[in-house]
């Protein structure tokens, strides 16, 4: 007897699924802490049958790689997911809440997986997993590779101020660095949250770092000089916080100046001050004579961000407050898949069986932030993301339990179908 897409879909156990995302989310991994997770998802995987090795510069950071060989002659596809959650307990002086239980653990909810790890990215991972679990239960021998990954550091904080090594934190250290040591197939699928729609596209990254420093001596606060515009302050937070206001006039023109329409859907690109370094608290008698701002900007596919530090100095410099210096000290591109149609097919073909309906469009933002596609594409390797996302994400960190079973449904009929065609030989 043939065994179907169907009949795989047929032994994806929904508890099972549920139980799997509980355990993995409910290790905390937040920040540079991810190695627990690795493990558990490592030994899962072994215990599964599948053949898995580490891939990592750090030890204390490895991506998770596993693979179920194929028969030979199909295309293969990798699947993707980071294992990493983004807010820290010590992150004091950027949230409210970063000790929150909603940050680190995970539970249900009536008919809801509610936490950080659930909806970015532990939930989708599980169902991946799942489904490829499913695929291998049922005894299918795919014709092409499928590959399975779980990485880190995508949420990852970058080097900025410190020396060299002391900040060992970079998104260079997950997918970018799997993918250019083995984890490479025809195709990836990054398994996040998108609605359910398919996204082919995703902005990159830009970051200055933008500098006041005075001419003046620091004034002890007694010998101040009588105050005179803000501008002309000699206290560099006092003229920093013209630029701020400067900038964030920028920013919104910004935004619809670059707005770029895609094969996908739309990309805005939004930029924002981050954070802003100046001061001793513990000495606040003596003038400040240096603060800078942190800008970061998503950028479209493209988008030269040398010109873009251009229009934040002529920004500074017409709102009569030029910086000392604007330094741009991170840069990751953006990009838009090509030769993707095998895989966008596969998946929407998946969704239609599963869901009896085509997938949504894209929400614009969905196509306009930095995501592990980038990392894949930029390799030449064709990606989508693709996956189960609430549209009361921004306020509740959750989505259904029948998404997410939705989700590894879609998985494993994709998995299938894309492993399964016949990739001609070339050469």
Same mark, same amino acid.
């Given at each position: 007897?043939?065994?179907?897409?169907?009949?795989?879909?047929?032994?994806?156990?929904?508890?099972? @699924?549920?139980?799997?995302?509980?355990?993995?989310?409910?290790?905390? $991994?937040? /920040?540079?802490?991810?190695?627990?997770?690795?493990?558990?998802?490592?030994?899962?995987?072994?215990?599964?049958?599948?053949?898995?090795?580490?891939? /990592?510069?750090?030890? &204390?950071?490895?991506?998770? @790689?596993?693979?179920?060989?194929?028969?030979?002659?199909?295309?293969?596809?990798?699947?993707?997911?980071?294992?990493?959650?983004?807010?820290?307990?010590? &992150?004091?002086?950027?949230?409210?809440?970063?000790?929150?239980?909603?940050?680190?653990?995970?539970?249900?909810?009536? &008919?809801?997986?509610?936490?950080?790890?659930?909806?970015?990215?532990? /939930?989708?991972?599980?169902?991946? @997993?799942?489904?490829?679990?499913?695929?291998?239960?049922?005894?299918?021998?795919?014709? /092409?590779?499928?590959?399975?990954?779980?990485?880190?550091?995508?949420? $990852?904080?970058?080097?900025? &101020?410190?020396?060299?090594?002391?900040?060992?934190?970079?998104?260079? !250290?997950?997918?970018?660095?799997?993918?250019?040591?083995?984890?490479?197939?025809?195709?990836?699928?990054?398994?996040?949250?998108?609605?359910?729609?398919?996204?082919?596209?995703?902005?990159?990254?830009?970051?200055?770092?933008?500098?006041?420093?005075?001419?003046?001596?620091?004034?002890?606060?007694?010998?101040?000089?009588?105050?005179?515009?803000?501008?002309?302050?000699?206290?560099?937070?006092?003229?920093?916080?013209?630029?701020?206001?400067?900038?964030?006039?920028?920013?919104?023109?910004?935004?619809?100046?670059?707005?770029?329409?895609?094969?996908?859907?739309?990309?805005?690109?939004?930029?924002?001050?981050?954070?802003?370094?100046?001061?001793?608290?513990?000495? !606040?008698?003596?003038?400040?004579?240096?603060?800078? @701002? =942190?800008?970061?900007?998503?950028?479209?596919?493209?988008?030269?961000?040398?010109?873009?530090?251009?229009?934040?100095?002529?920004? !500074?410099? #017409?709102?009569?407050?030029?910086?000392?210096?604007?330094? !741009?000290?991170?840069?990751?591109?953006?990009?838009?898949?090509?030769?993707?149609?095998?895989?966008?097919?596969?998946?929407?073909?998946?969704?239609?069986?599963?869901?009896?309906?085509?997938?949504?469009?894209?929400?614009?933002?969905?196509?306009?932030?930095?995501?592990?596609?980038?990392?894949?594409?930029?390799?030449?390797?064709?990606?989508?993301?693709?996956?189960?996302?609430?549209?009361?994400?921004?306020?509740?960190?959750?989505?259904?339990?029948?998404?997410?079973?939705?989700?590894?449904?879609? =998985? #494993?009929?994709?998995?299938?179908?894309?492993?399964?065609?016949?990739?001609?030989?070339?050469?």
């Amino acid at each position: 007897m043939t065994t179907t897409a169907d009949d795989i879909v047929a032994k994806i156990s929904r508890d099972e @699924l549920v139980q799997l995302a509980l355990d993995v989310c409910n290790i905390d $991994s937040a /920040g540079p802490t991810e190695a627990a997770v690795a493990r558990f998802v490592g030994d899962w995987l072994q215990k599964e049958g599948f053949k898995v090795r580490q891939v /990592g510069l750090l030890a &204390d950071r490895p991506n998770v @790689l596993a693979r179920l060989p194929g028969t030979g002659g199909g295309y293969s596809l990798i699947l993707n997911s980071h294992m990493d959650t983004s807010v820290r307990a010590t &992150d004091i002086w950027s949230r409210t809440d970063p000790e929150a239980d909603i940050h680190h653990k995970a539970w249900i909810d009536g &008919d809801e997986l509610v936490g950080e790890g659930i909806v970015n990215d532990k /939930g989708p991972m599980a169902a991946f @997993l799942i489904a490829a679990k499913a695929i291998k239960s049922a005894g299918v021998r795919l014709k /092409g590779d499928l590959l399975l990954s779980a990485v880190v550091g995508e949420t $990852s904080h970058e080097p900025s &101020d410190g020396p060299p090594g002391a900040l060992v934190e970079t998104k260079d !250290l997950g997918a970018r660095f799997l993918a250019t040591h083995g984890g490479v197939a025809d195709y990836a699928l990054i398994a996040e949250g998108t609605g359910f729609s398919i996204v082919t596209v995703e902005a990159g990254m830009a970051w200055y770092k933008v500098t006041w420093a005075s001419d003046q001596p620091g004034f002890y606060t007694p010998y101040l000089p009588d105050r005179t515009t803000m501008a002309e302050s000699p206290n560099m937070i006092v003229r920093a916080a013209v630029g701020i206001e400067a900038l964030e006039d920028w920013a919104v023109a910004y935004q619809k100046r670059y707005t770029y329409q895609s094969s996908c859907g739309l990309v805005v690109p939004k930029a924002q001050i981050g954070a802003m370094r100046s001061g001793d608290s513990a000495a !606040l008698s003596s003038t400040p004579q240096i603060c800078s @701002l =942190y800008v970061g900007a998503f950028i479209v596919p493209g988008q030269d961000p040398l010109a873009l530090k251009c229009e934040i100095e002529e920004a !500074l410099a #017409a709102a009569r407050v030029p910086a000392s210096d604007v330094e !741009l000290y991170l840069f990751h591109p953006g990009y838009e898949a090509k030769n993707a149609e095998r895989i966008t097919t596969a998946v929407r073909r998946a969704h239609e069986q599963t869901f009896g309906s085509a997938p949504p469009a894209p929400n614009p933002a969905t196509c306009s932030m930095w995501r592990d596609i980038n990392s894949f594409n930029e390799l030449g390797i064709p990606a989508i993301t693709y996956g189960p996302r609430s549209e009361r994400h921004s306020y509740r960190r959750s989505f259904t339990i029948d998404a997410l079973y939705r989700a590894a449904c879609v =998985y #494993a009929r994709t998995m299938v179908d894309v492993c399964n065609q016949e990739k001609p030989r070339t050469g």
